[in-house]
């Protein structure tokens, strides 16, 4: 059995920062469902960590499984009341032409701040079956960990790509024949393309920003008829998902 | 000016609990935003507790304006950092025929725990126009601080009566002619009545209690087609009134 020094205890911990897990291209799951989704999915955990040796059946020949005191978890963990297992897990490298193999939908999320919003719009997606996830740089961190645990799994089965330069990937979307659907809080709905389309969704209170507005080729939006401002952006994710998949035969 | 006392700085942050707001009658709304639309929706302010002597404006002649220190609003604001104003509010006593009164569509929501879930319920079926929602007695209370906030607004626009006794609630809504459907993560997807129906949906991880379902009259699913297991509770909502809104022209 392999022993957990206090030098992995720092390295795993520090796998909380963004720059930390950029630099080490690899980030944290908690909890023995979200380990056995990431296995499932074919993702690559590097080790498990445990304080309870009959999760050590997850262990394959390959994967270095380290038992150690709920102390030690508690180091590594960001949650108050830890599980009793977690798993560092290698970064899988996207890029974007990867997203346009084969895929006639894109879904592009900008200037998403909340990671527990961003979570649950991947998991939407991956339920009406969205294959190709483009992220803006200024959205929150993929790899954070309230990201992940609200993914529900869903982190690991489409193809995310965050972006270093989301104009610039809209405009190779565009060269590559995408058209470009923003949503919209205003009246008039577009018609949806029956091709190569991506949908922008904005930050709830900010929407799509102007240099990515500027570049859509028609706007989206749900009707209201109540008194509410404004929609949850997951639920609008899945309102326009459902949409596209039920009503329109789209993605 | 009248004075904040030390004993009515406890009343307002006693007010936090869910049994003394039963008790009193009273809740907390935190924010100016939340106020005005407080206001503009008729209900009840009973005092306002402001630290910024500008935000006195929401005064009316019969609102009592408390200005006070940062430190006595600290004292009865949930928030770690607390809005400038808040505000105690009647509860509006709500029956249950009053949701029956002139609507065709009652939302029904069993067991929701979690306050931010079922303050984007209230949110998102507000946008769709519900005007009427029937909330079981095992959900978060309704006036618990993190509902009323994550409502943004809209939990003053629909009724909402939280339910003593749902079982005999649901029979009442039966016997006056509505339909119960309830939601369902299997396949099969209900032919929605075109008259008076309850929509019944139950808390994400254990769905609607089978003493509900057993009275259902027929269950509607959403249709899934990626990997994730299930939709988020407010996600559903959002899907299911858009649907019987827009597609099926019936709220």
Redesign the interface.
Known sequence: MPILTHALVKHLSQLQLKSYRNFEKEFIIEGAKLIEECLSSGWEVTRIITSDPNQASFSMPDILTYVCDEAAIKKISTHSTPPSVLASVKIRPTELKQLMSGQQFILCIDGVADP?NLG?II????????KSILLSENSVDLYNEKVVRST???LF??RIYQSKDIVSDIESLKKSGYKIITTSVNEGKAELPNDNFCLMLGSESHGVRHKLEDRADSSYH???????????L??????IL??L???KKL?
Chains 1, 2 share one sequence.
């Open positions: 527990g649950t998991r939407t997606a991956d339920w009406f079956g969205v529900m799994g869903s089965h489409p749900i009707p209201g008829y109540g008194q509410a401002e404004s929609l949850n997951a639920v609008s994710t899945g309102i459902y949409d998949k039920e009503i993605i």
